[in-house]
Structure formats: structure tokens, C-alpha cells
């Protein structure tokens, strides 16, 4: 007689966040009960605010958070992976290119098919940065450290130059052409309706995008290409010996990362309507690696808080004048806000390598183990 | 059919063949047994020591640290009417290989080379030893040549060859059990001379757990299937078997397996056990290692602490004059002191969710329990011995009294000899009488039936038994004094700083004191103190900490009588040991191994001119 031994499905014990009986629960987003009302909280909030707050500082926020889907794209190669990419701003162009290609007006000036649909142009302009990102790829292979953050920089010059050049489809330096046309469901996302205002329907559309961006990448850091990033980030060598394949990750890290890019491009220039070659520039990129390192290198929600930090940063050194008469607003006079922003995202980058080089998530870290710990300190 | 701990496994496989029994930490992960997988496991092994012709009355040993396999073992020898034998991870070589010859032990369950090679390191004075069934095939498997090792999976399997030959033979073998069984061997640890086996048969260890599990006498109200608890001491010690074993199988409490003694902190906390029992030793360490990581946090969290460890202790002393319970008063402190401290200690101690905790095995300082009381662990303090399988007294929720070890519990005989103050017990669950050893079973139970216990007690307001000492350990001072050692030196041990103390001075005109310094928290001292030092023998030496613990040994010393306060000190030169045979198995110091090791030490304090 043999007694019938099932099988039962692990469950975790209340109270005892410590006590796993399976790797489920251990590697699970939201694994204790005050993580998930808060993440809910927020998302609440998030929701309801298009309600709550005025619609200038609503296109502000959507401009964060669909800079927030293109600084964790960075976040994946440079801060998961350690590949380090200065050629960010050239994937945001390849993407915001196709989007406003795929949905321009076929009798416009430059190239357009027609395509409003936000999915298929999203898609579109993710996928074929994907495509150039697996080009860039085989270089990372052969290159590390400087010599790839060198080779990265050269995109953004050749793209710089093409895109100045190639009129058909950018309309050419200082003349620029209309950013992507975003219909959903039927509904004209950029012109405001009787229930919702463009600005609200955007916002809405950055929101629901950043959340889906979000977890999947959070879901990619965790399971195994997450993990062989993180492999090769630490040391490449090891990571190959311990049987993780340098090339295909990194390939997939590339790709990835400027699939995020490309959906980030297409969004950003969804909300400011208009798309001017040079904006593609040195500058972006150094913004959105100032992003990454000022939020939190290889964390999903450092990279958005870096995010909005750099894109709010403008709209508060703007107010400057205001407090700091000295300070011009004017651009040609000697000291003004463009020239306090510039110094400021270089002495905010400094001051966070220096003393904070886990970014903004690191400060909140150190909050929470100081609370975590208590009565003790470690 | 007679009801054993196999019995209630098999019913409660049975009745909820999903509900968890154990857990062990593997890969990171507890992985959980169920009940019905703990039955199936059981009958296997039990039908793999049948196939190794294991009869009733003969031996089995287990030599491993507390694991699933501990249990397993144990129920399947218990299963086919054999004993088990346990034995403690720490024995050395030589002692193996007396509790193996001296048991007669045919089959051992060791848990891995190390245990391994002690049993064969003396395996040709083990002529009964037939078979080591080692667990952790990590170095001997394709390794040793040894004939008698067996691999536990291999044991195993030859367990279901035999189960599918021989349905029912386990079954069978349970269904002969008699009462009068002697299920184990507890070897006791024996300060004084080589270790006695105490024979604990089905019908004590029943009368146990009528008494301290279904009646509630150590927790009140009693165990249930929601308790959780830690297992980490030794299982071949009858408090532990009784917790881990007796109260898992009797009232389905859920054991969890610690990693080993050295991370039980951390996984108390990982478990937040709901009963807790402790050795002394343990509270200590918990208590020490909250005044260290105290001692080095930040201004503002130590400033909090402080605060509010004043408030529980004054909690801790309306608790002790009220039996334990809270008044209206403490109520309210507390809960305000939870907000701010005592919720986040006891989370971090792992005691956020104890409901029970019992301190027992060996004499405890009072301020340790009331620390314990203060933060809101309600602590208890219970006393009992293998040769009566722990049944005498426990202190119960709401009446207890610091300083004694409880009341009797209800239904048993105790009393205390008027002329020697012996502490004397009667009832069912006294043991069969020591193994192979008739003349110490006669010292110790008289032709009446009564247990003599060795220890001197007395009554405290009629109903409490407060424990004096170890018989033999009653120091009777050249002025013709009695004085109990270990009150002294618990009061010494309730210092963090000190970890062991042996008060001498039998037939002396003074007392003093061997002090051995607690390493973590006196060389944590230092580091503070920015006093440089290398091994445990310099620090133990340097002027600073001797004078550290002559501060500690005059407040001692304030409190006691002028004939009980120690005069001299010194400090012992290393850590006191259980291979170097200066401890027993449970820790324990051998006062005459003590007294001879370091007789010189001893002598210079009783020298006429030496400088103190």
C-alpha cells in the first residue's frame, strides 16, 4: 500500500516577509503588502490627475513619462547590461522619424502614409530602431567602456547630418516637419473632444504606455537575459565562462534598449507636434544619461524619477529670474537660464557620481534602510 | 493498538495529508513536507531498517544536525519497536565511539563526512556497528570503500523494495508496540563522568505529552497546527526532542529547520516562530547582540532605544510583581513604547509573533527573563529533566515568579527531601532506569518510585519551586558556609561582557571566579574603546577589560552577602570548549575538568601575598 503523496501548491505565511517556500514568491514584483498599496496609490493618483491639475503642466508630465520609456531603454543597455551608449538620441530620431512617417498625411510636404493608428505607428517606430540597434550591436562586441561610448557618439553625428540633409522626410534643418499623428480607437488623441482635452488624452496615453514599458522591463530585469545582463555588466569574462553568450546578449541588450528608444521618440514628439533635425543632438543624449545616472543606474523606477527630474528641471531653472533677478532670460545676454541649465546638469551629474552614485533610488534606499533597520543601524 | 508518536503521525497524515509539518531552508527556499510526505517517508525508512534486520530492542543512532532526515529516522526506528540514539554533532571521536559501543548501536544515521569519519575513526571498537547511512554524499560517496556506508537515497530505495515485498510489514511491526518500550536513549551529558543513557519508553514519553503538549504545562493555552516553531538545538536533548518532535506529532505544530546554530538570529527572524523555547545561553546571546548593534547605532536611534528600554524595563518590574501579566498601566506604556521600539526589536529578533517562550535545561539570570517580559515576549521559565522526561514544574501565563522554575504540574508527585532539600518527583513518566547501568538507575529512583533529582530546591510562598543548585555543585565554604555557585555566576553571566563564569571555593576562606569574556561584544567594547588587540587570549588579558570586569564583578558583589562575594578573579586564557572537554555537549562547564585544566590559575588566587 502506498499512500497517495500530492503535490501542494506553496503559499506564504502572513507576517513573515522573510519566509519564502518558493522562488515565486521571492522573486515577485509587489512581494509585500506595503510595496503594493503604494505602487497602487501612485498609479491611483496618476490616473485621476488629468482631473486634478492644469493642462500646461499635464503635457510637461506626459513629456516625463514618455522620456521616462526612453531613459529606461538607456537604463537596459548602459545600466542593466553596462554597455555604455552615447548614441541614444540617434535611436529617439530613427523612432520619432517612422512614427511621424507611418502616420503623416500622404499630401504633405514630406513622406507620409497615412497610418494614424498609435499602435501600428508605436510599433513601427520601435521596431525599426530595434533594427538599427541590432546593426550597432556587433561593434559592442569588440568594443567596451570608451572605445564603444566613442564609437556610439559617432551615431549621433552621422545621424545629426542625415537627418539635416535627407529633406523628404525631416523637412530639413530650421524647417522641421509635424510630429506623428496619434488616433486611437477612432479618437483623435491630439485635438481636444467634448469629454477630454488633447492634453488629458495624451497625458492618459503617456501614462498607459509607461506603465506597460515599465513592467516589461522591470519582468525583463528579473528573468534570465536580466540576469545575464547583469553578468556581463559585472565581468564579461566570467559571465562568458559561467556560459552566457556575450554576443547574443548583447545584441538582444542593443535591441531592447532601442526599441524602448524608438517608442519614446515617437511619443515625446507626439506631445510637442513638431520635430526639427538638430534637436537630435550631443545634448540629448548626455540628458538622457544624465537621466540614468541622476535616477538610479540598472532600477526601472530611478530611471523614470530621473526622467521627470531632468525634464521638470527647464520649467523650474525657467522661474529663476523671478528669485534671481540677475539672471537673464534672455539668451544672448551673458548669464541667462539656458546657460544655469547647462551648468546645472553638469554639476547634477558630478554631485551624483561623487556622493550619491546610486541616484536619486539610492537616496530613497538609504530612507528606507533607515527604517528598515530600526532600532539598529545595520 | 498503542498510541506512539508514530501513531499520531500516521493520524494526522491521514486527517490533513496537506498540512505543512516541517520546513527546511534548501537553495534559499523552505521547502515544506506535508504531512501525508512525512508518513510516506517514515514507512519507507522504517521498512528500510527492516530490510537491514532490524529487531525489537535493538539500536539505532543518529549523529546530525536538526534536519528532516533527524525526524524521519527517528519515527521509522520508533515504527519497528527499535531505540533511537541520538547523538550530539559536536561529540568528538572518542566520545562517538563510547555512546555507539556503550548503546550497541547496529545501524548509524550519520549527516555527513564529518560525522562519517569520527564513526570511522574508531569503527574497530564498534563491533555491533553494521551500517552508516550518511546523508550528504559531498566527499564519500565514489570516495570511501568502507562496506558499511549506505547512501540515504540507497537506503531509501532498498526501503521501497521492501515495502513492495513486504506490504504492511511496518504496519505490522507498530500494531506489537507495547507501552513498556523503551523508544529511546538519551544520553545525559554527564559534568561528571561518562555520559548514562537514560531509557525513555513509549508509556513516559506518552505521559509527556498528555502533560506538556495536550495539557498545555509548558504552553498555555496549548500548542495547535497555526504554531510555528524553530528547531535548532541539539535533537538528541530531550527539551528539544519535545518541542521539535513530541509537539509536532502530537498537536501538528509546524517545525522549521535552522540552517545551524550559527544562523539562528536570522532565521528567527525569517520565521517569527510563535513558540520560542531557549537554553540560557541563547537568551544571552539574543540580549547581547541587541546591546551591541544598540551600541552602534545612530545618535537619534540610540537615544529612542535608551528611552524606551527605561520604560520596558519598569514594564518588566510591574510584570514580575504581577505574575507576569500586564496591568492597565503597563498596557498603555507598552503600547506606546510599541510604536517607537518593541515592535521593531522583536521583529528584528525574531520574536514579533512569540506567543510562548520558555527559557530551561540550565539555571537563568532573572534580568535576562525580565528584559524579555519588557519588550513584550512573554517569558517563562520551566524546569524538568531527561530521567523524569521533563516533567516537573513550568511557570504558567499570569502566575509567574521570577526566580523560581513554576509550579508543579497538575497531577504529578513532587516534593522536596526535608533533610537534604532535594528536589524528588514521581509519576509516569519517570524513566526505565539508566542503560546498562543498574546501579546508577538504583541511586537515582529510590524503592518508592521517586526521582531523585539531584538538585536542591525550595518552595517560594508554597506554590513556586525555586532551584538552588546542583547537588554536588553546593559550595560549603572553610567557614562552614553553603553557597550556590550558580546564582553567582548567572548574576555575573547577566553581564554582556561575560560569557562564562565558575565561582570555586569549596573548603577555601573566599570565593573567586574563572571569568571567560563574551569575544563579540568585549572585543565590540574595544574597538570602541580604541583598545588594540589580537587573539581572545590578549584581549581576555589586557588591563582595561580586567578592570572592565572587576567593575561588573563589585556591583555582583554588592548584591550578595559579604561570605558569597568573590574576592579574586582571573581570566581564563581561551574559549571554553566541548572538544577540548571543558564543556559538555550542552554547553555546560565540567567543574572537575575546570579545576584541574587551569589549577594553577585557581591556586595563584588563593596564594597569601599575591598581588589581587
Given amino acids: ?139 559592442a562586441t569588440r568594443l567596451r567602456g570608451l572605445y564603444l561610448a566613442i564609437v556610439t557618439l559617432g551615431l549621433v553625428f552621422l545621424g545629426e547630418h542625415i537627418f539635416a540633409e535627407w529633406q523628404a522626410l525631416t523637412g530639413g534643418a530650421g524647417v522641421g516637419r509635424p510630429g506623428p499623428v496619434p488616433v486611437l480607437f477612432g479618437v483623435e488623441l491630439n485635438s481636444s473632444g467634448d469629454v477630454l482635452t488633447s492634453d488629458q488624452k495624451l497625458y492618459l496615453l503617456m501614462l498607459a504606455s509607461l506603465v506597460v514599458f515599465g513592467l516589461l522591463a522591470r519582468n525583463l530585469a528579473r528573468s534570465k537575459v536580466g540576469r545575464a545582463f547583469a553578468a556581463i555588466r559585472d565581468r564579461d569574462i566570467a559571465a562568458e565562462v559561467i556560459g552566457v553568450n556575450l554576443t547574443r546578449y548583447k545584441v538582444i541588450a542593443f535591441a531592447v534598449s532601442s526599441f524602448y528608444a524608438g517608442c519614446a521618440g515617437a511619443l515625446v514628439y507626439t506631445i510637442t507636434g513638431f520635430i526639427e533635425p538638430s534637436s537630435f543632438n550631443l545634448l540629448l543624449s548626455v540628458q538622457y544619461i544624465a537621466m540614468v545616472l541622476i535616477g538610479g543606474v540598472a532600477t526601472i523606477s530611478g530611471s523614470i524619477m530621473g526622467a521627470f527630474f531632468i525634464t521638470l528641471l527647464p520649467a523650474l531653472t525657467r522661474q529663476l529670474p523671478t528669485v534671481a533677478p540677475f539672471i537673464s532670460e534672455d539668451a544672448s545676454s551673458p548669464l541667462n537660464v539656458f546657460q544655469v541649465e547647462t551648468v546645472l546638469y553638469g554639476l547634477l551629474i558630478i554631485g551624483f557620481l561623487i556622493f550619491e552614485p546610486r541616484g536619486l533610488y539610492g537616496i530613497w534606499i538609504r530612507i528606507r534602510n533607515y527604517w528598515k533597520a530600526w532600532p539598529f543601524s545595520y | 493498538m498503542t498510541r506512539t508518536i508514530v501513531t499520531r503521525v500516521r493520524d494526522r497524515a491521514a ?106 575513526e574508531v569503527i574497530d571498537e564498534l563491533p555491533d556497528l553494521e551500517h552508516i547511512v550518511y546523508l550528504e554524499p559531498r566527499g564519500i560517496r565514489r570516495r570511501y570503500t568502507n562496506p558499511k556506508l549506505l547512501f540515504w537515497d540507497d537506503f531509501l530505495a532498498l526501503g521501497e523494495r521492501h515495502r513492495a515485498e513486504h506490504p504492511g510489514a511496518v504496519e505490522n511491526r507498530m500494531a506489537e508496540t507495547e507501552p513498556g518500550d523503551v523508544m529511546t536513549l538519551i544520553y545525559t551529558s554527564g559534568t561528571t563522568g561518562p555520559p548514562k543513557g537514560a531509557m525513555l519508553t513509549v508509556s513516559n514519553v506518552e505521559f509527556c505529552v498528555k502533560e506538556l503538549v495536550e495539557a498545555g504545562g509548558f504552553t498555555s493555552p496549548p500548542p495547535s497546527e497555526q504554531d510555528i516553531l524553530l528547531s535548532y538545538l541539539p535533537l538528541c536533548h530531550v527539551a528539544e526532542r519535545i518541542f521539535t518532535t513530541w509537539f509536532n506529532a502530537a498537536a501538528g505544530v509546524q517545525v522549521d529547520f535552522a540552517e545551524s546554530i550559527a544562523t539562528v538570529q536570522s532565521n528567527l527572524a525569517e520565521i517569527q516562530p510563535t513558540i520560542l523555547f531557549g537554553v540560557p545561553r541563547i537568551w544571552e546571546k539574543v540580549l547581547a547582540s541587541v546591546n551591541i548593534k544598540l551600541a552602534s547605532a545612530s545618535p537619534l536611534k540610540r537615544l529612542s532605544a535608551r528611552f524606551w528600554l527605561r520604560v520596558a524595563d519598569g514594564i518588566g518590574d510591574t510584570m514580575v510583581r504581577n505574575g507576569g501579566s500586564h496591568t492597565p498601566g503597563t498596557r498603555l506604556r507598552y503600547a506606546l513604547g510599541w510604536l517607537f521600539l518593541y515592535r521593531a526589536l522583536r521583529d528584528r529578533i525574531g520574536m514579533r509573533k512569540v506567543r510562548y517562550a520558555a527559557s530551561g535545561a ?47 504540574h497538575p497531577g504529578i508527585e513532587l516534593r522536596i527531601d526535608e533533610e537534604t532539600g532535594e528536589i524528588l518527583t514521581r509519576h509516569p513518566g519517570v524513566f ?34 525555586k532551584i538552588v543548585d546542583r547537588m554536588k555543585d553546593i559550595i ?137
Fill in chain 2, 362 to 408: 540550565a539555571p537563568i539570570a532573572p534580568e535576562v527573563l525580565k528584559f524579555f517580559m519588557g519588550v513584550g515576549v512573554p517569558m517563562h521559565e520551566v524546569y524538568g529533566m531527561t530521567e523524569n522526561t521533563a516533567i516537573a514544574t513550568g511557570n504558567l501565563p499570569g502566575k509567574v515568579k521570577l526566580g523560581t522554575v513554576g509550579e508543579p
Fill in chain 1, 1 to 139: 500500500m502506498t499512500a497517495p503523496v500530492r503535490q501542494r501548491r506553496p503559499r506564504q505565511l502572513s507576517g513573515r516577509p522573510g519566509l519564502y517556500t518558493s522562488y515565486a514568491q521571492q522573486l515577485r514584483l509587489l512581494n509585500t503588502r506595503p510595496k503594493l498599496l503604494t505602487v497602487s496609490a501612485i498609479v491611483l493618483l496618476a490616473f485621476v490627475l488629468p482631473w486634478l491639475v492644469a493642462d500646461e503642466t499635464l503635457s510637461l508630465l506626459g513629456v516625463a513619462m514618455a522620456a521616462s520609456i526612453g531613459a529606461i531603454g538607456l537604463n537596459i543597455v548602459t545600466g542593466y547590461a553596462g554597455q555604455v551608449s552615447l548614441g541614444h538620441a540617434f535611436f529617439l530620431a530613427i523612432g520619432a522619424y517612422t512614427a511621424s512617417a507611418v502616420s503623416g498625411a500622404p499630401d504633405d510636404d514630406t513622406i507620409g502614409f497615412g497610418v494614424t493608428n498609435v499602435l501600428v505607428w508605436l510599433l513601427a517606430a520601435g521596431l525599426v530602431a530595434a533594427v538599427f540597434g541590432v546593426l550597432v550591436a556587433p561593434l
Fill in chain 2, 476 to 612: 560549603i565554604t572553610a567557614g562552614g558556609k553553603n553557597i550556590s555557585p550558580s546564582e553567582i555566576e548567572n548574576a555575573l553571566k547577566a553581564s554582556e561582557f561575560i560569557k562564562e563564569a565558575i565561582v570555586l571555593g569549596d573548603r577555601r576562606a573566599y570565593l573567586t571566579a574563572l571569568i571567560g569574556i563574551e569575544l563579540d561584544t568585549v572585543g565590540d567594547w574595544a574597538q570602541r574603546n580604541k583598545i588594540p588587540y589580537t587573539t581572545y587570549r590578549d584581549l581576555a588579558e589586557r588591563d582595561e577589560v580586567i578592570e572592565l570586569v572587576q567593575g561588573i564583578v563589585d556591583q555582583v558583589n554588592a548584591r550578595f552577602a559579604q561570605v558569597e562575594a568573590v574576592k579574586r578573579f582571573r581570566m581564563l586564557p581561551k574559549e571554553l570548549d566541548h572538544e577540548d572537554g571543558e564543556l559538555t555537549a550542552t554547553q555546560k562547564v565540567k567543574r572537575a575538568a575546570m579545576a584541574e585544566r587551569f589549577h594553577d590559575l585557581v591556586e595563584s588566587m588563593y596564594a597569601k601575598a599575591g598581588a589581587a
Fill in chain 2, 432 to 465: 526505565a532506569g539508566y542503560w546498562r547501568n543498574p546501579e546508577a538507575t538504583s541511586k537515582a529512583v529510590d524503592a518508592d518510585g521517586w526521582l531523585h533529582t539531584g538538585d536542591v530546591g525550595e518552595w517560594v510562598d508554597g506554590t513556586h519551586v
Fill in chain 2, 15 to 120: 486527517a490533513t495529508p496537506d498540512g505543512i509539518a516541517m520546513r527546511e531552508k534548501d537553495y534559499g527556499i523552505w521547502q515544506e513536507v506535508t504531512w501525508a510526505r512525512y508518513w510516506d517517508t517514515v514507512l519507507t525508512a522504517g521498512h528500510a531498517l527492516l530490510a537491514l534486520g532490524i529487531e525489537p530492542g535493538d539500536r539505532v543512532a543518529i549523529h546530525s544536525e536538526n534536519r528532516r532526515e533527524w525526524l524521519y529516522s527517528d519515527l521509522a526506528t520508533v515504527a519497528v519497536r527499535a531505540m533511537t540514539v541520538g547523538l550530539y554533532p559536536t561529540n568528538p571521536a572518542p566520545e562517538v565511539a563510547y555512546l555507539l559501543s556503550h548503546s550497541g548501536t547496529r545501524i548509524l544515521i550519520a549527516e555527513d563526512q564529518e560525522q562519517v569519519d569520527k564513526a570511522l
